[in-house]
């Protein structure tokens, strides 16, 4: 099958010898690292960290699905047993992406496709936490639907910019992190299970008992709101995120190095740009197809900031894939709804396969280079041997 190719000589050699450095504990971390250990050294010791990753994402991918089919609209609250499982799939994949890293350190197997793996899912996660959100919050087709994913999934993606320049991935300002971050998300979805669908829309739905300045209209429903202030909160620590590696490249390359970092940004610019500008009417036809096509073009933009990252290959700060979004939010102004959900349909399957295509190619080159299995401990060279004797 062909497979484009990826990385370059050079690239595969930088990442060969790739170290993961990662940010400080957050205070909920420390509290939960003795727990999460435990569980990590009651893991089978042939257990590969790449597998522990994935069985922690399958839950979230679960749920992701029931939640869309119980509200294509975004408006319409789980039901208590939906929110309690999305709840129990949060705190498992939390948990398990905590282990992964454990697991790899406990088995001798950490590697730069384990980090590609593990922030990956990360990144493709935050659509599915982002569903269980919405669904309790009930903002439907509001435009703060869209920005809710924007401003977390743009922040996911300042984060691995600030790697690329700094050599560290700081996931966490002050006392506030991502495990506060997916507790919240999970506390969010357990008030599902625990008001039930008709406490959670009236108040959803119903008049917040405040406003946000600027933002909120008067009487603006409580979901809105909520959507708004966490929006802006992530705004303000992707601003924090900005100014510390431009003022870090500043320092060690000069003046001259902020142009290409600033490049970097021009495809997550160019998205944030676009998604406000689709027509309300697409938006409310298909607010879910939008939201999982936003996902996948974050992710891709993410998964490759990620890998370019390890390997000291320059991020390519022109996307092809944004020319059919650009021309598709153009024309959601001229065709109809009907049509235009076909085309978006159509794109986002298209998108979804190359995606797969682009992270086989990326996984084959990788295995290659590292002498490793994606899903195994045991190394080639020894399976080889294995069967060679037997033959």
């Known amino acids: 099958m062909w497979r484009p190719s990826v990385l370059t000589p050079s690239g595969l050699e930088h990442i060969a010898n790739h170290k993961y450095k990662a940010g400080k504990y957050t205070p909920l971390d420390n509290l939960l690292n003795p727990w999460w250990l435990r569980m990590s050294e009651a893991l089978p010791i042939w257990f590969a960290p790449n597998l522990v990753t994935l069985l922690g994402f399958a839950p979230l991918l679960v749920t992701y699905v029931l939640v869309w089919f119980s509200s294509p609209d975004c408006s319409t609250p789980p039901s208590r047993a939906l929110a309690a499982v999305t709840s129990v799939a949060l705190w498992f994949y939390q948990t398990m992406d905590a282990l992964d890293g454990k697991q790899a350190r406990r088995t001798g197997s950490s590697s730069p496709l384990g980090q590609l793996f593990d922030h990956g899912c990360d990144c493709l996660a935050t659509v599915s936490q982002h569903s269980a959100v919405y669904s309790v919050l009930c903002t439907g087709s509001s435009p703060w639907t869209f920005a809710g994913l924007s401003a977390v999934q743009t922040g996911f993606f300042m984060a691995q910019w600030q790697e690329y320049y700094t050599g560290v991935l700081r996931t966490s300002f002050g006392p506030v992190g991502v495990t506060e971050t997916q507790y919240v998300v999970m506390a969010i979805a357990l008030t599902g299970f625990l008001a039930g669908p008709e406490v959670v829309q009236a108040f959803s739905q119903g008049p917040s008992a405040f406003q946000l300045p600027w933002l909120s209209a008067?009487?603006?429903?409580?979901?809105?709101?909520?959507?708004?202030g966490w929006v802006m909160f992530v705004v303000f620590m992707v601003v924090i995120c900005f100014v510390k590696t431009i003022g870090h490249i500043i320092e060690e390359k000069g003046v001259k190095g902020v142009a290409p970092a600033m490049k970097d940004l021009l495809p997550i610019t160019v998205m944030n740009v676009l998604i406000p500008l689709w027509n309300p009417a697409m938006q409310l036809r298909a607010p879910r197809l939008l939201i999982l096509l936003n996902g996948l073009i974050f992710f891709y933009l993410t998964a490759q900031m990620i890998l370019f990252s390890m390997a000291r290959m320059p991020f390519p700060a022109v996307q092809l894939?944004?020319?059919?979004?650009?021309?598709?939010?153009?024309?959601?102004?001229?065709?109809?709804?009907?049509?235009?959900?076909?085309?978006l349909l159509v794109y986002t399957l298209a998108i979804a396969c190359w995606i797969l295509l682009w992270l086989s190619a990326v996984i084959e080159e990788l295995k290659a280079r590292l002498g490793i299995y994606a899903f195994s401990l045991a190394k080639p060279s020894?399976?080889?041997?294995?069967?060679?004797?037997?033959?």
């Open 321 to 343: 894939l944004i020319l059919p979004y650009a021309a598709l939010v153009r024309r959601s102004w001229t065709l109809e709804p009907d049509v235009m959900y076909t085309l």
């Open 382 to 391: 020894l399976r080889q041997e294995k069967k060679k004797k037997s033959n």
């Open 218 to 228: 008067p009487n603006e429903p409580f979901g809105v709101v909520f959507s708004q």
